[in-house]
């Protein structure tokens, strides 16, 4: 990379990232796959545009539209479809108590990596949901606009992913 | 913060970790091009130190290469660093510069002569191949009424150069275009020097020759028409072409939705269908084109230039990644 396209795909880089990858992030079920199609993406807007001094009017939906297209292809190469979730597929039947004392816990683990590992036993959407919480700092309510459920339903999904989460901890430490 | 937190936004895409690696693949790949090149380049001299020991044969129709720089030296003695051969039946032979820009044309049959060729020079490759086809269709070489497939080879050899980027911008412009029948379909076949010669040792086209070698056809040569009225060379062709990625299929619709554009008509669902993932690119283009007929839309000149961003997708030198990337969503593909 010369110094120049260095310094502007790292603008642009820093500018969009987050927006990109919680876009890829909720459109695929594996998180190594979601950390290969953002990749891809942005080697391919270097190679395309920064390296070819094009320019780009929008580079965010420029760059949402390169993602459309690395997801479709991913679809199509896993003979995958896009992830979604219903209501009716999550039925909510318990209620957690003492969420504030759950959520306080699992955030302090002092093995927080050891905690992260366990994450991926979790369901998909319980896995999203905790990502988005975690990662990209977003509300229920967001997070619910997002995956077209309820807020009540994330909520529950959320507290729920924690207390599995403390089971698998304390089951792991035993 | 929260010590969970900070393992999230440590392990899970992480900016920095993966701009690194961005930064990384980039380098790197311009290193491996770079030595690439260099080998590339000392063997592409000597093997034109040898074949120009080896070979001497300066007829108009059977080119030397240059002895001093990587490309080619045309019937006229200018230097061209690719060859394209084009066979509907009419069969031309264009020369093209280090721009991709036709610097000359050789018809290779009589039907080629009684067409106007000559005006293409100077045009870009992609350009002048619509044009070629485009005469072919109207002074009735390509025969609309058969319900046979109508075929068009192009077959290219480029002498240095990767020549990646003709095929994409020539697969681009075909598919693009509008005033080719929309029957007509065009594969583009890359060969080598020593296709070539066989081609010329056997007095037929390159893309003639391809096919034939295909098939391993050792009776007379068959043509264009001849071989694809057989579907399992058709098949074969299928195979052996070049293929078109999706990437390229985008710059086709980008093409064509700013030619929308252009005539101030409504653009905007297609370019939300564009938007759409899962949508089939194809089924667009054929929707897209529907809607030029059905407003009767035919193009004066195959020259307009339709600015968009897709273009600069078309693939430079010795870069291929997003085709590597259609093949493996690797990141060893980098």
Redesign the interface.
């Known amino acids: ?1 010369s110094q120049k396209n ?1 310094e502007l795909f ?1 603008t642009i ?2 500018a969009t ?2 927006t990109i ?1 919680k876009y890829v ?1 909720f ?1 695929v079920a594996q ?1 190594c796959d ?3 199609i ?3 993406i ?3 807007f ?4 920064i390296k ?1 001094n ?1 320019k ?2 929008n580079v965010q939906a ?1 760059l ?2 390169m993602a ?2 690395e ?5 199509k ?1 896993k003979s995958e479809l ?1 992830i979604t979730f219903s209501e009716d597929n999550l039925k909510i039947l318990e209620s957690i108590e003492d969420e504030t004392d759950l959520e306080f816990e ?5 093995d ?2 050891e ?2 590992d366990l994450v991926e036993n979790l369901p998909v959407i319980d896995q999203k949901i ?2 988005a919480r ?2 990209f700092d977003m509300t229920f309510k967001d997070i619910a606009q997002l995956l077209s459920l309820s807020e009540n339903t994330i909520k529950t999904r959320y507290y729920r992913a924690l207390k599995e989460l403390k089971k698998l901890y304390s089951n792991q430490k035993i | 913060m ?8 440590d ?3 992480n ?1 920095d970790i ?2 690194t ?3 990384k ?3 790197q ?2 290193y491996l091009s770079f030595v690439n090149f260099k080998v590339l380049f000392a063997l592409s001299v000597v093997l034109t130190l040898i074949i120009s020991i080896v070979v001497n044969n300066s007829s108009p129709l059977n080119p030397v290469k240059n002895t001093t720089q990587i490309g080619i030296t045309t019937p006229q003695n200018q230097l061209a660093y690719a060859v394209v051969s084009v066979d509907i039946n009419p069969s031309y032979e264009l020369y093209i510069d280090i721009d991709d820009k036709v610097i000359e044309i050789i018809p290779l049959n009589d039907e080629a002569k009684t067409l106007t060729y000559e005006a293409y020079i100077g045009l870009p490759i992609q350009d002048a191949v619509e044009e070629l086809i485009k005469n072919a269709q109207d002074a009735g070489f390509i025969d609309l009424t058969k319900t046979s497939p109508r075929t068009v080879i192009i077959s290219m050899i480029s002498y240095g150069v990767d020549g990646t980027k003709l095929v994409k911008d020539i697969q681009i412009k075909l598919r693009s275009s509008l005033f080719i029948d929309r029957s007509i379909k065009s594969y583009i076949i890359k060969a080598t020097d020593e296709d070539q010669e066989k081609a010329k040792r056997e007095n037929v086209s390159l893309g003639i020759y391809l096919l034939n070698d295909l098939i391993q056809n050792n009776g007379s040569p068959m043509s264009v028409q001849t071989f694809v009225s057989d579907l399992n060379n058709l098949e074969l062709l299928e195979e052996y072409a070049e293929t078109t990625t ?2 390229e299929l ?1 710059s086709v619709i980008q093409v064509l939705i700013n030619e929308l554009k252009r005539l101030n008509m409504d653009s905007s669902e297609f370019q939300n269908r ?6 089939d690119l194809e089924e667009l283009i054929e929707d897209l084109k529907d809607s030029f007929e059905s407003m009767g839309y035919k193009e004066t000149s195959s020259n307009t230039s339709v600015d968009n ?1 897709y273009e ?2 078309d693939v ?1 030198d010795e ?1 291929d ?2 085709e590597d ?2 093949d493996e ?3 060893e593909s ?1």
Do not use: C, W
């Open positions: 990379m260095t790292e880089y820093r990232f987050n990858s992030y459109k998180l979601a950390e290969d953002v990749q891809a942005y080697i391919d270097y190679n395309y545009i070819k094009k780009v009017e420029y949402t539209q459309n297209h997801l479709s292809k991913y679809y190469s896009p699992i955030l302090n683990a002092n927080s990596n905690v992260f905790l990502g975690f990662r | 929260e010590k969970l937190k900070q393992s999230y936004k392990k899970l895409l900016e993966m701009f690696r961005i930064t693949k980039t380098t790949k311009l999706n990437v985008v564009l938007n759409t993932e899962g949508e961003e600069g997708h430079e870069e990644e997003y990337h259609d969503n690797e990141d980098y």
